[in-house]
């Protein structure tokens, strides 16, 4: 039992962080958020003997996560949180992510969970494939008009060479000249 509880901590519980940061963009509470986090540790701890080593756990308890979330009702109310650190002061970044901001939320809520995994949490196509329980070609056109309304919207140009999910930025941001 003492190995199974220190895989577990391996495997899990390292994610911890991540885990917080997405749950807090689903749920737009951060008392909720940790709610999320341990329910969804929980049921990954119930299922761990499901897990199999060797394979993505990051991605295994993201789809922990959609699921519980989905599964409490909260289907369609995806909330969107702010990306920057809202604990800090207010700088000269403040804008520019408060623009990315009221993009972000305007976008709908498939694309948005779509730009959110690949993009913040660094999850390739594949994986949030297997995450969300779509063909990888519909994950590719979400973030790829996630990309192309992200850019619409804050009125910056396509890089030469766009690609939906090869760790291509979403968007850069245009300096004001």
């Keep these: 039992m003492h190995s199974r509880e220190h895989e577990f901590s391996e495997v899990a519980l390292t994610q911890t962080t991540s885990l917080l940061r997405f749950a807090r963009r689903l749920t737009a509470d951060p008392s909720a958020a940790e709610d ?26 993201f789809c922990i996560m959609l699921n519980t ?25 403040t804008s520019e992510r408060l623009e990315i901001n009221e993009a972000l939320a305007k976008l709908p809520q498939e694309q948005r969970a779509v730009l959110l ?6 999850f390739t196509c594949q994986e949030m494939s297997e995450m969300l329980g779509i063909p990888m070609g519909t994950v590719m056109s979400r973030m790829s008009r996630a990309r192309q309304a992200m850019r619409r919207q804050l009125g910056v140009e396509a890089p030469e060479s ?16």
């Excluded at 003997?49 to 295994?60: D, I, M």
Aim: net charge positive; glycine share 16%.
């Design 162 to 177: 766009s690609q939906a999910c090869v760790g291509q930025p979403v968007f850069s941001h245009k300096e004001n000249s």
């Design 69 to 93: 979330f989905y599964g409490q009702g909260r289907k369609g109310h995806l909330t969107l949180v702010p990306l920057g650190d809202t604990d800090r002061p207010t700088g000269s970044g």
């Design 36 to 61: 999320l986090v341990q329910e969804t540790l929980m049921r990954a701890w119930r299922a761990f003997e499901q897990f199999r080593g060797g394979t993505n756990a990051r991605a295994w308890l």
């Design 117 to 122: 995994l690949g993009v913040v949490e660094g």
